[in-house]
């Protein structure tokens, strides 16, 4: 058993020594390879989803997983296209302390964006751009742009199970986010009254922040499973540090005293059991509401030009809503999931901007278990999520097309 677990914990670090981004613009929050499954793990016993679900688990535990998210965006007219590939890692922890008592601990990423390399520019770059080729600084074209952007936010998560009854669990703990992004830029521009010509951009940034959360998991009987769980807002001050051998940008940056915080996540969770004579189905739906208004989540557009100042103040809430089933055969080592996910980011599109749309999307997700042994599982999953692009602000054309790949393995002792 300890070769086994040994195997496990080196394999974690393994999936971990790669540099490992998530999405593609900030998102709300990125799931694991298990989530995309069935897109209902919020009901089913999880560290990360649903915590208080593990005060029925018999034994401890350590699931570790990685998603390869595929990406293919085009936004703004006409530059804007960008191909990204992301690795996602995740590993849960959890010990039982006695019969009624436990601990758990999980990192994560829970937002963020990928690696995109916009070889002919972006919204963001011809934002930059405009500004030296305005008619009242002397005119001029862009000769070329090029932008390289990334995010990630991990986060790692701590927290107690206790077991009220045979009918009850709940959890409570704290999440701790780290928040980097960076931004690679090049504008050339012909504007005989501004130099350099070629403009070059390096930004760095970085911000933390803490929050806790509180789950609560209900089992009447064998048939029904309910769970609620919350995670509060986490306020997120972002500073920066600059390079670029063009004063005029340096000035338009906004250093210090930039927002982007994360918003306050509640999710409610249900699951009906079928037992049949040739097996187990499990019918499961979640409903998530982002609480961005409410908890006064605020976005800070970094680049101010002159007098504009193009602050956020706050989103419109947004929720996502699923629903899944899973498919467990009479004496099979295999587990069969099935799911379908319907996310609105931002409920009131008209607070977000062209550097941040908002847009709704649906996501079908397929996956399977594979019971190795009494010990150790393997988990295998795929998902596609189509977007509609006709819910962007700013009348921008996007598009976007996202597929992942997901494995993983949990192993119990």
């Not at 963020?112 to 934002?127: I, M, R, S, Y």
């Not at 999440?175 to 350099?196: C, D, L, R, W």
């Not at 789950?215 to 499973?225: A, F, G, M, R, V």
């Not at 998902?383 to 921008?396: I, L, M, P, W």
Request: hydrophobic share 40%; aromatic share 12%; net charge negative.
């Amino acid at each position: 058993m300890m070769k086994i677990f040994m195997r496990v914990l080196l394999l974690s670090i393994v999936l971990f020594s790669f540099n490992c981004w998530a999405g593609s613009e900030i998102n709300n929050s990125n799931h694991t390879a298990r989530y995309f499954r069935d897109m209902s793990s919020s009901i089913d016993p999880d560290v990360i989803y649903n915590p208080a679900g593990m005060a029925f688990e018999e034994r401890n535990s350590i699931a570790v997983g990685i998603q390869t998210i595929f990406k293919d965006y085009c936004s703004g007219n006409p530059a804007g296209c960008a191909e990204g590939v992301s690795l996602v890692p995740d590993l849960s922890v959890h010990y039982r302390y006695s019969d009624n008592l436990s601990f758990t601990g999980a990192y994560y990423i829970v937002a963020g964006g990928g690696e995109l390399d916009f070889e002919e520019g972006n919204a963001l770059t011809q934002a930059i751009g405009a500004n030296f080729t305005a008619p009242s600084v002397g005119g001029g074209a862009i000769t070329q742009q090029n932008i390289i952007v990334e995010a990630v936010y991990h986060a790692l998560k701590a927290g107690i199970v206790y077991k009220a009854s045979d009918n009850i669990g709940i959890a409570a703990g704290i999440m701790q986010v780290f928040g980097t992004k960076s931004i690679e830029a090049t504008i050339g521009h012909t504007n005989t009254f501004i130099s350099p010509q070629l403009i070059n951009l390096n930004m760095d940034q970085d911000a933390s922040g803490m929050t806790g959360f509180a789950s609560i998991h209900y089992k009447p009987n064998k048939l029904w499973d309910f769970a609620a769980n919350f995670t509060g807002p986490v306020r997120l001050d972002w500073s920066s540090d600059i390079e670029t051998n063009s004063p005029a940008i340096e000035t338009m940056i906004r250093k210090d005293d930039v927002r982007e915080d994360l918003p306050a996540v509640f999710v409610l969770g249900a699951k009906r059991n079928f037992f049949t004579d040739n097996g187990n189905f499990e019918l499961k739906t979640n409903l998530t509401y982002y609480l961005q208004s409410d908890f006064g989540v605020i976005w800070d557009d970094i680049f101010a030009v002159g007098s504009v100042d193009n602050r956020q103040e706050s989103f419109g809430d947004g929720y996502e809503a699923s629903l899944g089933g899973t498919w467990e055969p009479v004496n099979s080592k295999l587990k069969y999931y099935a799911g379908y996910l319907y996310s609105n980011p931002r409920a009131d599109i008209d607070t977000t901007s062209k550097f941040k749309p908002s847009l709704v999307s649906s996501t079908l997700g397929l996956g399977l278990d594979y019971k190795l042994n009494d010990n150790v599982t393997l988990n295998f999953g795929g998902a596609a999520t189509f977007y509609n692009t006709e819910t962007t602000s700013g009348g921008d054309e996007l598009s976007r097309r996202t597929y992942a790949l997901g494995t993983g393995l949990q192993y119990h002792f």
